[in-house]
């Protein structure tokens, strides 16, 4: 563990200091922020107000539009001499959004983030690959600092030409792999293609995140990698990945709650749900200065659990995401996340965790295209073994999730390979 005193904190003096700092953070935006105290007033609240934890549900939520709204420095409590880095977010679509850190920001980052990797097990014998991108993304910077932290000797390299990364990773004797779950699968096909195989390497763990990624989807990686793969959690908005963490019992994300409040809302109606019920992620952070952010809707679903963990960890633990709320695709009515599509299609054998959902509308109706790459193997078999694989997972789709989609195997490798996020869903119906 990184930092005993907090990742272990008891429970009771976790929520003195999270109201503590709680407090001073209410204050701060309310007095240094425009936009936050128009927000306050209108909801009919004061920062008098607040008075224990739970009276945060007083408080209105923070949106994305928000951010676009007062773009680029409106919510910033600091002076832009104070802040000393920027970065932005991955959003492809409308007015981008940047978010800064003070010095003591990207502290309190690097902090995170080597419990993060600490818990995916480097120290400062490791020898961390990273390859997230660099640049406005927090991926890259974001382990990269906490890689230093720790001591670990880091290799910044950042994403694509893939077989030179394997090259490198071979070469240097690398331990610890950081980058998207996608871009670790296209590595690990990487590596076989080039004859090698991965006990030519001394790759140990990994630490991937920044897209959603199922359980099965985790086996594929252990196993193809053989490594312990841990799953990671962020947004920029918020601070950038080392928001939550896996540790070796692999059960939900620890939610570093020293530094962050999270709740769990239902996103139609903005209620807020019991403990261990499944909703959106909602953050407040109490510890940042450049970017404080009150009850942000992240929009990704989750659910939250306090009870200790074998780890020895006293901070909430979150389920995997199992999609955004923006994700989800609504066909016919159902709702439908890629990552359970994902599960059904590993589930089935013979297919590769390689594919893409197509959505489009046919008159008034909705259609949904699953293409999916199948095995090397099963491809050059008899063409009715294919047939037969396309209708059990139509029927598996239907039975599971409730619509009916139009199952497409593809060859190998037709896919487009990501360096980044993957992108899963095309929905033709927006264009
Ligand atoms: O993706 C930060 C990050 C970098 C996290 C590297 C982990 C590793 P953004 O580009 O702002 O920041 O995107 C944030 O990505 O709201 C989720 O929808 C998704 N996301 C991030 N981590 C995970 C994860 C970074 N482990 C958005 N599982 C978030 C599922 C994830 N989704």
């Known amino acids: 563990m990184w930092n005993r005193k907090y990742e272990e904190m008891d429970r009771e003096k976790l929520q003195v200091l999270q109201f503590l700092r709680l407090k001073q953070t209410i204050e701060r935006v309310y007095q240094l922020v425009p936009h936050y105290r128009k927000s306050f007033q209108s909801a009919g609240a004061e920062p008098g107000d607040i008075r224990s934890l739970a009276d945060l549900q007083k408080l209105p939520f923070t949106v994305k539009d928000d951010l676009r709204d007062n773009f680029p420095y409106g919510l910033f409590t600091v002076d832009l001499n104070e802040?000393?880095?920027?970065?932005?977010?991955?959003?492809?679509?409308?007015?981008?959004?940047?978010?800064?850190?003070?010095?003591?920001?990207?502290?309190?980052?690097?902090?995170?983030?080597?419990?993060?990797?600490?818990?995916g097990g480097?120290?400062?014998?490791?020898?961390?690959?990273?390859?997230?991108?660099?640049g406005l993304f927090t991926g890259g910077l974001g382990v990269h600092y906490g890689a230093e932290k720790i001591g670990a000797t880091v290799v910044p390299i950042s994403g694509g030409q893939t077989k030179?990364?394997?090259?490198?990773?071979?070469?240097?004797?690398?331990?610890?792999?950081?980058?998207t779950p996608s871009y670790a699968l296209f590595i690990a096909e990487t590596i076989a293609e080039m004859d090698l195989r991965p006990s030519d390497l001394k790759l140990c763990s990994g630490v991937f995140g920044a897209e959603p990624w199922s359980e099965k989807m985790r086996q594929v990686i252990e196993e193809k990698l053989q490594i312990d793969a841990f799953d990671i959690y962020g947004l920029s908005e918020i601070i950038g990945p080392g928001v939550s963490y896996e540790c070796t019992a692999k059960n939900g994300l620890h939610l570093s709650e020293d530094h962050f409040i999270p709740e769990i809302i239902d996103p139609s109606t903005g209620d807020v749900l019991p403990e261990g019920a499944t909703g959106e992620l909602v953050i407040t952070t109490i510890s940042k200065e450049a970017l404080p952010m009150i009850r942000y809707r992240t929009r990704d679903i989750t659910n939250l659990n306090s009870k200790p963990c074998a780890c020895g960890r006293t901070h909430s633990r979150m389920t995997k995401i199992s999609g955004r709320s923006d994700d989800m695709i609504i066909i016919r009515g159902v709702n439908v996340f890629p990552s359970q599509i994902e599960s059904i299609l590993l589930e089935m054998g013979g297919t590769e965790p390689h594919y893409q959902l197509v959505v489009e509308r046919v008159g008034s109706l909705d259609t949904l295209q699953v293409l999916v790459e199948v095995s090397e193997q099963l491809f050059s078999d008899h063409i009715r073994g294919l047939e037969s694989l396309e209708n059990r997972i139509h029927i598996e789709i239907e039975n599971m999730l409730g619509v009916s989609a139009d199952v497409k195997l593809v060859e190998p490798k037709n896919i487009p390979r990501s360096e980044g996020k993957a992108q899963r869903v095309i929905d033709k119906r927006s264009l």
């Not at 007015?95 to 995170?112: F, H, M, N, Q, S």
């Not at 030179?164 to 980058?179: E, H, I, P, Y």
């Open 83 to 119: 802040v000393v880095r920027i970065h932005s977010s991955s959003g492809t679509t409308g007015i981008p959004t940047v978010v800064g850190y003070t010095r003591k920001d990207l502290e309190t980052w690097a902090e995170l983030m080597a419990r993060t990797l600490t818990a």
């Open 122 to 134: 480097a120290t400062s014998e490791s020898i961390v690959h990273i390859a997230y991108g660099y």
């Open 164 to 179: 030179r990364q394997v090259k490198m990773m071979k070469d240097l004797g690398t331990t610890l792999l950081a980058c």
